[in-house]
């Protein structure tokens, strides 16, 4: 399949059509082109390398497909939108695990790479961490090695302190937080004043898949296991101690025999009370 005469496309959306093969390379010749939504088929093989020549690009979606080989060095395009255009479409693309619909003016900020639940290989082109103003990057689900590229996030509206320089924050360097008016604190030279907290950063990879300080499941098991443990420590005392035994089974009669007079003496009384 090939459109003729396509120079004025703006979005491509095959996303959700069981399509085969491979990526066709004509789709590089759309100049134009701003969104390419290719999600959820059965593509195979290498991305075309005249997909890097859609300069336009804003956002690309290949995740859920077959691709393989290696991930090539992309660039986001900056350039802004013709205000003439009237975007009637709308586009899903999934955020932080969740499937969102985006139409009308709000395309015009929507910026991302998703690359998920594929099987690249190979390691993250450092490119991708010059990417300043994309703002979803998901490349899960793969079989990538190598170390993860310095991440940018140059050129924004960021404020307040800059994290602490440990773990994956200790490899950003002043560049990294470049043309942030608000930011301060190390490496930049704007110190901060010291009242003013430094923003959050993880403690544990727990605490951020999670979002707390305990994994709930894990207390559900847990106290599963801790709940069937006391019945049978109960369990094996009253079977070997039989003086215990007796007095178990004397208290639970006790028990029954008390709740059935209070049963007896008092729903009368409330019977009454209910009908008066």
């Not at 090695?145 to 960021?158: K, Y």
């Not at 999670?210 to 049978?232: K, Q, T």
């Amino acid at each position: 399949m090939e459109f003729h005469d396509s120079s004025g496309i703006l979005a491509l959306d095959l996303s959700r059509n069981n399509l085969t093969g491979r990526i066709p390379e004509w789709i590089g010749n759309l100049s134009n082109l701003r969104f390419l939504l290719l999600s959820h088929n059965n593509l195979e093989g290498e991305i075309p390398i005249q997909l890097c020549r859609l300069e336009q690009l804003t956002l690309i979606d290949l995740s859920h497909n077959y691709l393989s080989g290696n991930i090539l060095s992309w660039t986001i395009s900056t350039h802004p939108f013709q205000d003439n255009y009237n975007y009637q479409e709308s586009f899903e693309f999934t955020m932080k695990n969740v499937l969102l619909i985006y139409k009308g003016s709000t395309i015009r900020y929507l910026t991302g790479i998703d690359f998920s639940c594929n099987n690249f290989t190979g390691e993250i082109p450092p490119e991708i961490g010059n990417l300043s103003e994309i703002k979803v990057l998901n490349l899960s689900h793969n079989s990538l090695i190598g170390p993860i590229p310095p991440l940018s996030v140059a050129h924004n509206n960021l404020s307040g302190k800059t994290p602490a320089r440990v773990a994956q924050f200790a490899t950003f360097e002043e560049s990294c937080y470049k043309d942030n008016t608000f930011l301060c604190g190390q490496p930049l030279p704007k110190a901060c004043s010291p009242d003013m907290p430094p923003s959050p950063t993880p403690t544990s990879m727990n605490n951020e898949a999670n979002g707390g300080f305990m994994d709930m499941e894990v207390f559900y098991v847990s106290f599963g296991v801790a709940y069937i443990m006391v019945l049978l420590v109960i369990g094996a005392v009253l079977y070997i101690n039989p003086y215990w035994r007796r007095a178990w089974f004397y208290f639970i009669e006790v028990s029954i025999t008390n709740c059935y007079y209070f049963m007896v003496d008092n729903l009368p009384i409330l019977y009454k009370f209910k009908f008066s």
